[in-house]
């Protein structure tokens, strides 16, 4: 095999599979769970976004990299625009093709911006191989290396990592609003993208709480709404936030939980959540809302859920399921005044079908 960078590179599955393929990014190795994006644009995002922490992406689309990598561009309030963190999150990134950029705000190339933060890439390989075999047998635990041959395999368990004490903050941080109120999100690893969301609804202060803040260190800012934000692995080792989550929502203070917070309230309130066998990873999901029967085009990247309907909280009413696999996408609470999403209603990168339930939110908080 010839490779562009001179440099082989390898993904070593734990079922004894070993591909080889180019080096890109970083030279170096990384552990992770390998998984799949369907997305065909918005590698920058994906790249940046803290859930994927612990993961080793594959993009199915068969060229990466075409528009580049931007300059990061951050708001007055210091919300990042184009980006969902400060840096990458992903612990590697597979492709079949990195391609040079040829684009008018391309700032570095995919190459360039991987091998400046330490992040291994590797091209040249069945992506489509490897996605047939994760739909097959589930998702596996893997090794990426990039120019770097090795001869073992250390243990590695990707569901009995708590990966959010590496991307939540570890002080409160604050994004001043144009109103004085309060909204708090309690920041397992939140993407700046709903940051940005709530932000354009509301005009509120934010203020981002370590992940693992009790009830009464939240309730300290007088909250107008609360975020339990999206973030990294097993949602069922998280049993201080969701005992928060549950101190929380005694206050009948409006709450909005996405993915990860999704998952814990659901956990809170007595349902439950499972592994999925690959997960949704895509940004053109479909969701049905069952209140109004109308469907949406959304934004996934998940990789537990809502089951089936039976492991739905009591006394909580469906709101959106996919109907490909009938996964439950999300579910609402009047009396309780919750709003939880499995999918990312702010989709960046996505379709904007679903950024009204931020102005839902903001009716259920004014
Ligand atoms: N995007 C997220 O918040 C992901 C939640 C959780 N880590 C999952 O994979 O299901």
Redesign the pocket.
Known sequence: MICKRNRKGYLYLYDGTIIEGCGFGSQGYNFGEVVFTTSMNGYPEALTDP?YKGQILIITHPLVGNYGVPKMKVMDNNIIDNFESEKIQVEGLIVSEETEPRKWNSYMSLHEWLSDQGIPGLSDVDTRFLVKKIRDQGVVPGIISSGVELSELKKYNYDSIDFTDLTSPKEIILHKGKIDKNIVVIDCGVKHGILKGIYESFYYNIIRVPCKSNANEIMKFNPGGIVFS????N?NLLNKLIDTYNAISEYKIPILGI??GH?IGTLALGGKVKKMKY?HRAINKPVIDLTTEKSYITTH?????ILSIKDLPNNVKPWFIDPDDKIIEGWISEEKKILSVQFHPEARPGPLDTTWIFEKFKKMVE
Request: glycine share 26%; proline share 13%.
């Open positions: 859930s999206n973030g990294p692995g949602p993915c990860l998952q997960g990247n998940h990789g537990y859920a």
